[in-house]
């Protein structure tokens, strides 16, 4: 969410803590980055949509209306499985993989890194796009052109 829906800009990434906990102007001025026109145009990309972040129930009630989305399944996190898996692997990649359950997925996030593409690409027997947004500016038309893509290729996959 932070970085993807809430761009940074010039500023250093805050912690999640402050973002979520830093009080009612702190949290208004970082939710006032939020773009309203992304709902709309993340509902056209006509898949199905969850929230993967660590906002968890909270982005329903506090992104949802401020971008025009439904609410939407929240993807829950087991914290269990940090234990295994290579130095630098995101906490979320183990969970959303086993949440795709091998189904076609798209994980759109400010953090994935190679070490999150390669697990997946190695642990994943589905088709993944790991689609890494630039925090500064969050998700941009070119990002959503990018997964539109992705999808329309996916229609022309075996």
Known sequence: MDGVLIPYGNQAAPDSATVLFGGPEAD??????????????????????????????????????????????????????????????????????????????????????????DWVALDYAGHALLHRVDSRTGLTEDDLDAIERWLDDLSTVD
Not at 56 to 73: F, K, M, T, W
Not at 78 to 91: K, R, T
């Open 28 to 117: 208004e001025e970082l939710l006032s980055r939020i773009d309203p026109t992304l709902g709309p145009r993340l509902l056209s990309l006509g898949c199905e949509l969850v929230w993967a972040t660590g906002w968890e129930d909270d982005a329903n009630e506090v992104i949802s209306p401020r971008v025009g989305l439904p609410q939407l399944p929240v993807l829950a996190w087991s914290f269990d499985s940090l234990e295994y898996g290579p130095a630098g692997l995101h906490w979320k990649t183990r969970d959303l993989i086993a949440w795709a359950g091998g189904r076609p997925f798209v994980w759109v996030d400010d953090e994935i890194s190679t070490v999150d593409r």
